[in-house]
């Protein structure tokens, strides 16, 4: 998962580089300020177009991951509230022989055979790995070359927002061995995922909230997403399919206040102004800015 971990100090660092414009880091052609003529002629239902976001993060549960701890020989399996399993760490303290590994998955479709069974309708895709030298420390007790492969979560070919993982293992004369995954995954996802709304509405729906005209720069995302609502002192899942919009950038004053004042995750995106609308209604669910939604991978 790409996640970074960044103290405010290295967070105005960041911040600088990169608030200049606010497009994807997969989109090839930067037009900022070039206004989007197709998007902002778009005819909607004028309810649309004067809308509230449906949830602020005060209508948000908790997805514990931390409280529902088995042991599957020397695996470490965590389930979330929902039942779901989240986690796998093999236990390899020192003193246990190294040959352990090899008994164990070494891949992510293991992985998924034996614990997950994700099912045909989700895949994980690698988007990122890398391999290093043998070298001691807290996680390579035995001085192995390792390495880290991630991966992210589709669902019948959407990706899944906030779910992926991080795959650690060592480099055995046997071939890769896992060593510990974390991350999440969503095994109970029965969302439609055919949008009924168009990328350019979702657009225009996002440009109306903020009162702005779309410029060539925005980006929506077709995702499926898990919501945590609080709802009668309970927390229940609310799933849909969604359009990350993202849109202009903050002014940079502004900008700097709010970076300057987040010590938590963040992306490598500058700081724009972020929507997710629901792709079969148009319903405008959540607003907030790039760090906010920094955990969509």
Request: aromatic share 12%; hydrophobic share 35%.
């Amino acid at each position: 998962m790409r996640k970074n971990f960044i103290f405010s100090a290295v967070l105005l660092l960041t911040a600088s580089a990169g608030l200049t414009n606010c497009s994807s880091s997969e989109t090839s052609e930067l037009q900022t300020g070039v206004i989007d003529e197709a998007v902002n002629s778009i005819d909607l239902a004028p309810e649309l177009l004067v809308q509230k976001p449906l949830w602020t993060s005060k209508d948000f549960g908790y997805l514990n991951t931390s409280s529902y701890k088995t042991e599957d020989g020397s695996a470490w399996l965590w389930h979330d509230n929902f039942g779901r399993l989240t986690t796998i760490m093999l236990f390899i303290p020192a003193t246990m022989d190294i040959s352990v590994l090899y008994q164990n998955p070494s891949s992510v479709n293991q992985l998924n055979g034996k614990y997950y069974q994700l099912g045909n309708d989700n895949e994980l895709k690698l988007y990122d790995s890398f391999e290093f030298e043998g070298q001691h420390n807290d996680f390579n007790t035995s001085d192995m070359a390792y390495g880290f492969e991630h991966y992210r979560q589709y669902f019948k070919g959407v990706k899944v927002f906030g779910a992926g993982y991080s795959v650690n293992y060592y480099i055995t004369p046997q071939g890769k061995r896992l060593a510990y995954a974390n991350g999440q995954l969503l095994t109970e996802l029965s969302v439609d995922t055919n949008p009924l709304i168009t990328a350019n509405q979702a657009k225009r729906i996002f440009a109306a909230r903020l009162g702005e005209q779309a410029t060539k720069d925005w980006t929506a995302e077709l995702m499926v997403r898990e919501f945590i609502i609080k709802k009668n002192d309970e927390d229940v899942r609310d799933e849909r399919l969604i359009w990350h919009v993202k849109g202009s950038e903050y002014p940079k004053e502004e900008a700097w206040k709010i970076v300057a004042l987040s010590s938590s995750m963040v992306s490598d995106d500058p700081l724009c102004h972020e929507a997710q609308i629901d792709a079969h209604t148009g319903q405008l669910l959540i607003e907030g800015n790039t760090l906010s939604f920094a955990t969509g991978y």
